[in-house]
Structures are given as C-alpha cells and as structure tokens.
C-alpha cells in the first residue's frame, strides 16, 4: 500500500511563514513595551516614546529630499 504525501503549495508556505513572523513580532513588540516601562518608570517611557516617534516621524518626512537634490544638482552639472 503505497501512501500519498500530502503537498503544500509554496505560496501557502510563505503566507503562512510572513503571518507566523508578524505575530512574533508583535509579541516581541508587547513584551519589551512592558520591559522598558518597568525598567524606565512611565513618566521616561512616555518621553522615551515621544522622542523616538519624533525621530521616526522627521525620518518619514524626508520624502527623498536628498535623492531628488542629488538628481537635480546630477542633471544641472550635465548640462
């Protein structure tokens, strides 16, 4: 009797494996949220969080500044 193997197609494979790392990121996410308040008290978490955002946020609204400068000073000197 010949026993048949069931295949799992890749594509379900890598779905399942980026859900799989997004959920242990959250938890990882959660545990050293209530690690840093522990260590850091809530008054310096919470400025510990601003900051960061701040730093995360002015990074965001760079919006290729620097590339596009860089293309234009490119083609000016080209010309």
């Known amino acids: 009797m010949k026993v048949q193997l069931l295949k799992?197609?890749?594509?379900?494979?890598?779905?399942?494996?980026?859900?799989?790392s997004k959920i242990i990121i959250?938890?990882?996410?959660?545990?050293s949220i209530s690690y840093l308040i522990s260590i850091l008290g809530e008054?310096?978490?919470a400025i510990f969080?601003?900051?960061?955002g701040l730093l995360v946020w002015c990074s965001a609204v760079d919006f290729g500044i620097?590339?596009?400068l860089q293309n234009y000073i490119s083609e000016c000197r080209a010309k």
Do not use: D, F, R
Request: glycine share 14%; no cysteine.
């Open 49 to 52: 969080s601003l900051l960061t």
């Open 43 to 45: 008054e310096k978490y």
């Open 66 to 68: 620097g590339t596009g």
């Open 8 to 20: 799992i197609p890749s594509h379900l494979i890598v779905a399942g494996s980026s859900w799989l």
């Open 26 to 31: 959250a938890g990882v996410q959660l545990a």
